[in-house]
């Protein structure tokens, strides 16, 4: 299958995570978005948000989207904000099989220990940013998987989808 298969979703749902394993499973190359991002400007997220703010970041984040929709046969995980810039989707949904991988405010919060590594916390409330992103995760998803089951079962889940 020579299109990518790209996980988006709310922090904490699993992207990155599921999507290495499913790499895997599927023996496809992997390609983290935000890990990208962190390789490219040689600073962890926390600290890109801090030093140049957020426009700054969402700037490598679209670099990095287009770089990743010219990839062919990859998982892709993107991270939580991607859907807020149109352009994005575009990108991804031209050359990915989008797939949302869905996750309550209360199984974010239980997921997401270390709240400092999450920029985005600080500025606003799960809740808050949850209302905004849902309806953009929708409509960029070519499917939806409830994210809030263990690691191997949301990957099980998703080849099942892809058959």
Same mark, same amino acid.
């Given at each position: 299958?020579?299109?990518?298969?790209?996980?988006? +979703?709310?922090?904490?749902? @699993?992207?990155?995570?599921? +999507?290495?394993?499913?790499?895997?499973?599927?023996?496809?190359?992997?390609?983290? !978005?935000?890990?990208?991002?962190?390789?490219?400007? @040689?600073?962890?997220?926390?600290?890109?948000?801090?030093?140049? +703010?957020?426009?700054?970041?969402?700037? !490598?984040?679209?670099?990095?989207?287009?770089?990743?929709?010219?990839?062919? +046969?990859?998982?892709?995980?993107? @991270?939580?904000?991607?859907?807020?810039?149109?352009?994005?989707?575009?990108?991804?949904?031209?050359?990915?099989?989008?797939?949302?991988?869905?996750?309550?405010?209360?199984?974010?919060?239980?997921?997401?220990?270390?709240?400092?590594?999450?920029?985005?916390?600080?500025?606003?409330?799960?809740? @808050?940013?949850?209302?905004?992103?849902?309806?953009?995760?929708?409509?960029?998803?070519?499917?939806?998987?409830?994210?809030?089951?263990? !690691?191997?079962?949301?990957?099980?889940?998703?080849?099942?989808?892809?058959?």
């Amino acid at each position: 299958m020579p299109e990518n298969i790209a996980l988006i +979703g709310f922090m904490g749902a @699993g992207k990155s995570t599921v +999507g290495e394993q499913l790499a895997k499973g599927l023996c496809r190359p992997f390609f983290d !978005i935000d890990r990208e991002i962190e390789l490219f400007s @040689g600073m962890a997220i926390p600290q890109i948000f801090a030093a140049r +703010g957020e426009p700054a970041f969402r700037a !490598i984040e679209a670099d990095m989207c287009r770089k990743a929709s010219r990839l062919h +046969g990859h998982i892709i995980a993107t @991270g939580g904000g991607i859907v807020e810039n149109p352009d994005n989707i575009t990108a991804l949904r031209a050359s990915s099989i989008v797939i949302y991988l869905e996750i309550t405010p209360q199984a974010t919060l239980e997921r997401i220990a270390d709240r400092q590594s999450r920029p985005m916390l600080a500025l606003h409330s799960i809740e @808050g940013l949850m209302s905004r992103r849902e309806p953009l995760y929708r409509q960029a998803a070519h499917h939806t998987i409830n994210a809030e089951s263990n !690691i191997a079962d949301l990957v099980q889940s998703i080849m099942q989808l892809l058959r």
